[in-house]
């Protein structure tokens, strides 16, 4: 069994997109630059932006946060994207989800300049990736497209079962599983929360992707011999013994699973960490598409 080690990977990536920069700066490009929102105080959301912002300025890139109350009007937030859309020197902008129940995400979203949509949410994105032309991808199903490459996986023919069909990460993983490319080329059974049998499902599954958002959902007993396993939640259990309160737990029960994989992300050290590095790589791109535009 082979741990797919998303430190190894996100700093290879990482390292690669530094080399990159330095090259594009010598030939006139300028630092790529993203923007963040953060609308309200989830910890979750606030942990995850702040890891954003800091890969940002590890890496060299400009970053800036923009923060509103849980209250902010949907009116502020929205000519907030438009401020940043006309502003040449943002490169990429990201808009940390979920939103208040007040404020339409749709209508956020669409929003976003399609050239600035480092998350890859935009309706524009999303249809050029099922149509195979080139879009901003996603970062959590991007990131890991990027572990399956660096691991030379190979998964042509493979039965792929992704559990969970999020705009973020499932439905996406169903589309790059199963396009003509490297690292595609799979039979993919996207499952969900109306699936029947899920279980026979998983164990016809040469590869699972686990992108439902329960705690150790996916046993042993779920898994065929030498699956691939890619394990996508990142769930709080609540955990008197840390001092935060709680530990992080995948979607797949790690040990019970582990034994019978070929290959296996853990959690924490696994996709999370991918996620971040696909969202540099495509604000990279977009800084490099940026500057085309101005030239
Ligand atoms: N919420 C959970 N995952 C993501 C992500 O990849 N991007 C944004 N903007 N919000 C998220």
Do not use: W
């Not at 300049?113 to 949410?121: L, M, Q, T």
């Not at 199903?141 to 023919?157: A, C, F, R, S």
């Amino acid at each position: 069994m082979q741990v797919l080690d998303g430190k190894t990977v996100a700093h290879a990536v990482k390292q690669e997109i530094k080399e990159k920069l330095i090259n594009f700066k010598k030939n006139g490009g300028k630092t790529p630059h993203l923007a963040a929102v953060l609308v309200g105080n989830d910890g979750a959301s606030e942990t995850y932006v702040a890891s954003k912002i800091k890969n940002c300025e590890e890496i060299g890139f400009k970053s800036t946060l923009i923060r509103f109350e849980e209250n902010v009007g949907e009116d502020e937030l929205l000519h907030t994207i438009t401020v940043l859309n006309e502003n040449v020197d943002i490169d990429g902008i990201l808009v940390q989800l979920p939103l208040p129940k007040h404020i339409k995400e749709e209508k956020v979203i669409n929003l976003i300049n399609p050239d600035k949509d480092v998350d890859g949410f935009h309706p524009s994105n999303v249809g050029r990736l099922v149509q195979g032309l080139p879009a901003f991808i996603a970062a959590t199903p991007y990131g890991i497209m990027l572990m399956l490459k660096h691991y030379q996986i190979e998964t042509t023919g493979k039965h792929a079962v992704v559990i969970g069909r999020s705009n973020i990460v499932g439905r996406p993983m169903s589309i790059l599983l199963s396009q003509n490319m490297p690292y595609g080329n799979c039979t993919v059974t996207l499952c969900h929360s109306k699936t029947k049998n899920l279980k026979a499902m998983c164990l016809q599954a040469d590869i699972i992707v686990a992108a439902l958002g329960k705690p150790e959902f996916l046993t042993g007993d779920m898994v065929k011999e030498n699956a691939i396993v890619i394990d996508v939640g990142i769930n709080r259990v609540k955990d008197d013994s840390k001092k935060k309160g709680y530990h992080l737990v995948g979607d797949v029960k790690y040990d019970e699973v582990a034994p019978k994989c070929s290959y296996i992300s853990p959690v924490p050290g696994g996709v999370g960490l991918m996620t971040i590095a696909a969202l540099l790589l495509n604000t990279f791109n977009a800084s490099v598409r940026n500057r085309k535009l101005i030239d």
